[in-house]
């Protein structure tokens, strides 16, 4: 079996050699460990950057998308020490924060976590800090921030575009106040708001005044991790006024934050004992979250298996049948490639519903479902907002990933059922998992 080498640094964007995605010999039965969240490592070191006292970030994510992100707080002038926690035991950052430095340079490289929750922060630094990244950052949306950060007095050069390149020119404090944003595009223009708003002299007011607000497991994570850091919150859900969120300014505490699992990447792996009838457990899942990968246990319930939550994990059990869903994904739309694929598989067709925004991730993800799994023989169409799947019998093939984690490890699903499936650069799943191949291997073996 071949396991591609991923590059040692995984901030490097990847290429690989075409990937021969194994075909399960029989029943996985498998316990698979799963790499911290990177929703979850990125706001903790933002935070821990913005705080008025060192903290520790316990099992944090070593990705693309993690790296950069310390990476850019490391050029804002923050400390960030990669080694051993203070027990000793499994690895952990130690984040001193320092005051905030323009003269900056911050490569964002495709991930949604660093474009979107830094410009705030860059905008408490003492000089210009300058944002890029891929060519697909200069197409994902930025105009929330980028407008909201301009109606609280920030400078921004962005060439008049509302998306990247641009140079957020810091003044060395914000004063925040009220402001009004069309989030339908991304929930991580609130989140990115709300995370840098207790360090404003005012802390902030966003109301969203757009149609539909996806993701709000990412905004009620936002939400909990700054009470986490004793920040104070107004918010919807406990009773504040719909789509208005209230941060008040205060200074914030240094923790030691022990993150979890990445539930959304343990979806490939909770797939493949759905899609062989067999068992896959993952450790630490934990009892309570706002990870939006706790929907696994529901949605993959519903297409044919059962899960179990015990002291050793999250164990996934599939019967073998597979059945097509009808489901809303607007709350938990990073799981729609991984669900695609399970339904391309299935013994009835599926909808896939209120995702239309996933034309503006890391790929238009939608246009990309249909083209592959078509190509293998699927028969999948686009909706105005989502993906309508009839699961035909597929053949092997190229299945292309544009750069896109996701589509990789949806392309290794179907390949545990579909002889001579080829994923091309399977090593671009290093955005946040940069084992992946080995870790799907390993599961295969047992
Ligand atoms: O805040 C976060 O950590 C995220 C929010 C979501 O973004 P969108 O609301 O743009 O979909 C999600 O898809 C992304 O993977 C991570
Ligand atoms: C949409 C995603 O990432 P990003 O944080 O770059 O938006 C994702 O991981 O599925």
């Known amino acids: 079996m071949t396991v591609p080498s991923v590059p040692a640094d995984p901030r490097t964007p990847s290429q690989s050699p075409l990937w021969p995605a194994p075909t399960a010999g029989g029943a996985v039965d498998a316990t698979v460990t799963v790499p911290g969240s990177k929703s979850v490592t990125n706001r903790g070191l933002v935070l821990a950057a913005l705080a008025a006292e060192p903290g520790w970030l316990r099992r944090p994510l070593r990705s693309r998308d993690t790296l950069l992100m310390a990476d850019a707080l490391r050029a804002l002038g923050v400390r960030i020490e990669e080694g051993v926690g203070p027990d000793g035991t499994g690895e952990a950052w130690r984040v001193i924060p320092a005051p905030l430095r323009g003269d900056a340079s911050v490569d964002v490289g495709n991930a949604g976590t660093v474009m979107r929750f830094l410009p705030p922060v860059a905008a408490l630094a003492d000089g210009p800090v300058r944002f890029d990244g891929d060519p697909r950052s200069h197409e994902r949306p930025l105009h929330g921030v980028i407008d ?4 609280l007095g920030t400078r921004i050069d962005d060439g008049k575009r509302g998306a990247l390149p641009m140079t957020v020119h810091g003044a060395g404090a914000l004063e925040g106040g009220r402001v009004e944003i069309d989030a339908s595009s991304s929930s991580q223009f609130v989140s990115a708001l709300l995370l840098s708003a207790p360090r404003f002299n005012q802390g902030v007011e966003v109301r969203h005044v757009g149609a539909k607000l996806p993701s709000m497991p990412h905004i009620r994570m936002t939400v909990d991790m700054l009470r986490v850091v004793g920040a104070q919150v107004d918010e919807p ?10 941060v008040s300014p205060s200074a914030l505490l240094g923790r030691d934050l022990v993150v979890e ?31 939006p990968g706790d929907a696994l246990r529901e949605i993959f319930t519903e297409m044919g298996g059962s899960c179990e939550l015990t002291e050793q994990g999250l164990t996934f059990t599939g019967t073998g049948r597979i059945h097509g869903i009808d489901v809303d994904l607007s709350e938990v739309g990073e799981l729609t490639p991984g669900i695609a694929a399970v339904a391309a598989l299935a013994d009835s067709p599926s909808t896939l519903r209120g995702v239309a925004h996933l034309r503006l991730h890391e790929t238009d993800r939608l246009a990309a479902l249909t083209k592959e799994i078509n190509g293998l023989g699927g028969d999948v169409t686009e909706t105005e907002d989502g993906l309508h799947i009839r699961p035909r019998p597929l053949h092997g093939g190229v299945f292309h990933t544009y750069d896109d984690h996701r589509m990789a490890t949806a392309g290794a699903i179907i390949g545990l059922a579909v002889e001579g499936v080829e994923i091309e650069n399977v090593a671009t799943t290093a955005k946040t998992l940069p084992d992946f191949p080995r870790m799907w291997t390993e599961m295969l073996e047992g």
């Open 148 to 151: 909201a950060l301009r109606a």
């Open 237 to 246: 859900e406990t009773g504040g006024e719909p789509n208005v969120w209230r």
């Open 261 to 291: 699992p990445d539930l959304s990447n343990a979806q490939p792996f909770l797939a493949a004992a759905l899609v062989t009838g067999g068992r896959v457990t993952v450790p630490d899942w934990p009892s309570r979250t706002t990870q």
